[in-house]
């Protein structure tokens, strides 16, 4: 009997810690474009990279009891040719005609300078995250040259841990937001343009 109810309460206990673990999430976000941008070029061609500058695809834990378990990540692979050909969407909304090699073009590099997400991982629970991306541009014309960085971030309350379609709706929505914020500075398709 004593064994019974001693096995029982391991069990429940066992359980309970598991329950406070978080599975490592493999998101595959869709960043978009969120605005129309205004056309001021003429068709000129203009080479268009997306390169990710990030030290580590992982964005970071999922907080919890056991945060290195808990591990949220986006790869490469997935993350940048989405980006290339939103870019290149842009590019072709401000009016120009993305190429991936033109002799004498002006160049735009965008780089994907970070991508995080943060949650407090002194609790048991997962209440908050604090996501966040930056974004870099490069625009090279002839001689000249303009740089930028663009960043936006989301402060999520959470009633229970969010699973992964909540985290990659999260991660879409905030690199949406810096991608757009990229296109939506004037000095970009001005100096594509001269």
Same mark, same amino acid.
């Given at each position: ?5 001693? #096995? ?10 598991? =329950? ?7 998101? !595959?976000?869709?960043?978009?474009? @969120? ?22 695809? @992982?964005? =970071? ?29 842009? &590019? ?8 991936? +090699? ?32 930056? #974004?870099? !541009?490069?625009?090279? +014309?002839?001689?000249?040259?303009? +740089?930028?960085?663009?960043?936006? !971030? ?8 969010? +699973? ?9 929505? &905030?690199? !949406? ?5 990229? #296109? ?11």
């Amino acid at each position: 009997m004593l064994q019974r109810l001693l #096995f029982g309460l391991i069990t429940v206990t066992s359980l309970t810690l598991v =329950g406070c673990a978080h599975s490592p999430q493999q998101l !595959s976000p869709q960043p978009k474009l @969120t605005t129309q941008l205004a056309p001021v070029g003429r068709g000129q061609p203009v080479v268009v990279r997306v390169v990710d500058g990030r030290p580590s695809p @992982t964005l =970071g834990t999922r907080g919890g009891m056991y945060p290195e378990t808990s591990a949220i990540s986006v790869s490469s692979a997935d993350l940048i040719p989405k980006l290339q050909a939103q870019a290149e969407a842009a &590019v072709r909304l401000l009016g120009y005609t993305p190429t991936s +090699n033109a002799i004498n073009a002006p160049t735009l590099t965008v780089t994907l300078a970070e991508l995080k997400y943060q949650s407090p991982k002194d609790t048991m629970y997962v209440t908050e995250a604090t996501i966040g991306a930056t #974004f870099r !541009s490069d625009v090279k +014309n002839g001689g000249r040259t303009y +740089n930028g960085r663009y960043g936006a !971030s989301l402060d999520q309350r959470f009633g229970m841990a969010p +699973n992964q379609e909540t985290n990659t709706k999260l991660v879409s929505d &905030v690199l !949406s937001d810096a991608l757009t914020r990229v #296109f939506k500075d004037p000095s970009i398709g001005r100096l594509l343009g001269e």
